[in-house]
């Protein structure tokens, strides 16, 4: 919930205001706001994570154990899965929604809250479906990109079904439960990609580097890492639009 206000306020205020000339949809995603958004980005990045979340992370991924870790993750995954199991029957899929109640339901107990995936371990693996890949498979657009201040890239459809999933939640959690929540999942994605540092560092444009990696990534999770490949003309297109763009950056 307290995403959902940081974005309406952040949206609600400043948007209208500096957004671009709107870009053509490509493959479903566009860049209107790319003036706030590049601004919000060098906030997050040259503010926060540099001299910030960057030193936290790595005490963090050096002095907490990989087993620790893990089991922290598990924990936050496990909540997920009652509403997984809901977007997957929504998506005609009962097969995954049987999955994820039986994960939830064996984890939750002899997993000790979820602190060890044991369904994972026998072959009954992670499958979550959220209410985003719901909007999607009844054809409903991503909408505009947004790098949003502290919380990083996102689309609109994601953030609505980020919020319809918070419903499914399995407990009512506290605000400050939510944040301890919110920084311990933040912590365990920010390490998950230490080793991708230099090449952001090193990119001619870290803000199209960042959304180009997170656009690309949902596109894997919506097609269940099946993504519909490109030919060589959307290929050279595609290059054509990044050079464009690295030129009138």
Known sequence: MLRRILILTVFCWFAPAIADEQTPPQDGFYDPFEGFNRYSWRFNYEVLDKPLFRPATHAYARHVPFGVRESLNNVIRNLE????????????????????????????????????DIMGWSGVTRDIAEFSDTMGYYGVPDGPFLMIPVLGPSTVRNEVGDFI????????????ERIIRWGVDGLYKRAAVIDQEPLLDNSLDSYT?????????????????????????????????????????
Request: glycine fraction near 6%; charge should be negative.
């Open 81 to 116: 899965e009652p509403a997984s199991a809901i977007n997957h029957l929504l998506q005609l899929n009962p097969q995954g929604a049987a999955n994820s109640v039986v994960r939830f339901l064996f984890n939750s107990t002899f997993g000790i809250a979820g602190i060890f």
């Open 165 to 176: 999933d918070g419903f499914a939640s399995p407990l009512s959690l506290t605000w400050a």
């Open 209 to 249: 580097f960042i959304k180009d990696a997170y656009l690309q990534y949902r596109l894997y999770r919506f097609y269940r890492g099946k993504p519909p490949t490109a030919d060589q003309g959307d290929i050279d297109s595609a290059l054509d639009d990044y050079l464009d763009e690295i030129d009138n950056f």
